[in-house]
């Protein structure tokens, strides 16, 4: 932890005025209810009355216990606490290999699946935590991928601990979660989203105003499990049989779009199709990310069929005369197959889709909370089970206030000074002959 105070030469300590303001306790919200949901870092060990404060944290969750926070320092965040006006407060605080250990250990859910880690649900990778509490009541705070610090925090600021897992190449964050993994049973859906850049940051100015940014990127989802795999297996056998079939008849070139496990991917337009907001940077606050797989997928099946059949009739048209009677003729058998499981899908995917994805997590942007003066801008929050109802996890968070300005401190005082007193001067006398 790296910890900077500069102050005025020559400068005394102050005097305080009575105290004014209580600095607030804020939690991670969350319903796991067999470990405790602990107190925000801001909140542990800081003076009641302070010029500003800021508190940077990448991460807080309902399955931290107090224990845990106590011993691993390091997850309590970047906590900047200006006291006295003497010198901006500045902390830089990664995360150490101490709390990534730690993090490891905490599982969650009936099957006892680790939250952290390349065995668990979230990776982490490139990311630190920072906290700024200036003399004139200004503070800022900031935790996430350290490639964003330039824009939301400043240059030179934040400092990138060990990685939580290995992330995939280009991610600063991956969380893999699926049916079976959390909850047991049938695997009805699984996802693996990726995650380019993913911070956030919290101002709060000499004015008391308070605003949170945050930055997401490159996002990527991909989606398998027994629902979506009942479509894809039949699409993926009636395309291998028409691309077996017009190979024969001289016609050759295409690919199956649709993988052997039925897996499907999607991309960042792949959702925005669906209607996900045009820039990630901008959401509404608590947009649930995963809202929006159910109807991406269906959109993105239908997508690559009708490609796959656009296609196939192009090249069995461009077939001499003698060889399009076989290949028109597996072309018709192929729509015979694809045709109406495209024409259900909206229908018998979209529906039961959306209820396995929501019964297993959630991944809501953009999460803001204000209690006790307290501001907090949160880039992505982790529900895992139907609305968070086993782990409520949140990453990247950046807290502010409350501030009390340079006015909750006083420069000493001295007596005031008074003129010294003179006697009144004495009349002469006349001096007496004799």
Do not use: W
Request: aromatic share 2%; hydrophobic share 45%.
């Amino acid at each position: 932890m790296k910890i900077s105070k500069t102050r005025a030469p020559g400068a005394t300590a102050p005097s305080r005025l009575p105290r004014r303001r209580l600095l607030c306790t804020t939690v991670a919200f969350g319903t796991a209810a067999l470990i405790a949901v602990p107190a925000s870092a801001m909140a542990q060990g800081a003076p009641t009355d302070v010029v500003s404060q800021a508190n940077g944290r990448l991460v807080s969750a309902s399955v931290l216990s107090g224990s845990l926070l106590d011993s691993l320092i390091t997850l309590k965040g970047a906590t900047a606490v200006n006291t006295d006006a003497r010198g901006d407060v500045i902390v830089d605080t990664p995360v150490d290999a101490s709390a990534v250990a730690g993090l490891v250990n905490l599982k969650v859910g009936t099957t006892n699946l680790p939250v952290f880690g390349d065995a668990g649900i979230i990776r982490l990778g490139g990311v630190g935590q920072f906290g700024r509490a200036n003399d004139d009541g200004s503070s800022a705070a900031f935790s996430g991928t350290v490639s964003a610090a330039p824009s939301l925090i400043g240059v030179n600021t934040v400092t990138a601990g060990p990685a939580v897992g290995s992330p995939s190449n280009g991610s600063s964050a991956e969380l893999k979660v699926g049916t079976a993994a959390l909850l047991g049973g049938p695997d009805l859906v699984n996802l693996d989203a990726t995650i380019g850049v993913l911070a956030a940051s919290a101002r709060e100015d000499t004015s008391g105003a308070q605003t949170g940014q945050y930055r997401l990127t490159d996002l990527g989802i991909g989606v398998g499990g027994t629902l979506v795999a009942a479509p894809t297996d039949t699409l993926h056998t009636a395309v291998d049989s028409l691309i077996t079939a017009l190979a024969a008849a001289g016609a050759t070139g295409l690919t199956n779009p649709f993988a052997a496990d039925g897996r499907i991917t999607l991309t960042l337009a792949d959702l925005q199709a669906a209607g996900l907001g045009s820039d990630l940077d901008t959401l509404p606050a608590d947009t649930d990310l995963l809202s929006y797989v159910p109807r991406a997928v269906v959109l993105k099946i239908t997508a690559l069929t009708n490609a796959l059949l656009a296609q196939a009739a192009t090249v069995v048209a461009a077939l001499p005369g003698p060889s399009q009677p076989a290949a028109l003729a597996a072309l018709a058998i192929a729509h015979n197959l694809i045709d109406p499981v495209i024409s259900a899908l909206g229908g018998v995917l979209e529906g039961p889709l959306g209820a396995a994805v929501d019964a297993v997590a959630q991944l809501d942007v953009n999460h803001q909370t204000t209690a006790n003066g307290t501001f907090t801008e949160t880039a992505l929050r982790v529900g895992l089970g139907a609305d968070g109802s086993l782990a409520s996890v949140d990453l990247a968070s950046a807290s502010v206030g409350p501030n009390g300005g340079p006015s909750v401190v006083t420069p000493p005082t001295t007596p005031p000074t008074t003129p010294p007193t003179t006697k009144p001067s004495q009349p002469t006398l006349p001096r007496v002959a004799g």
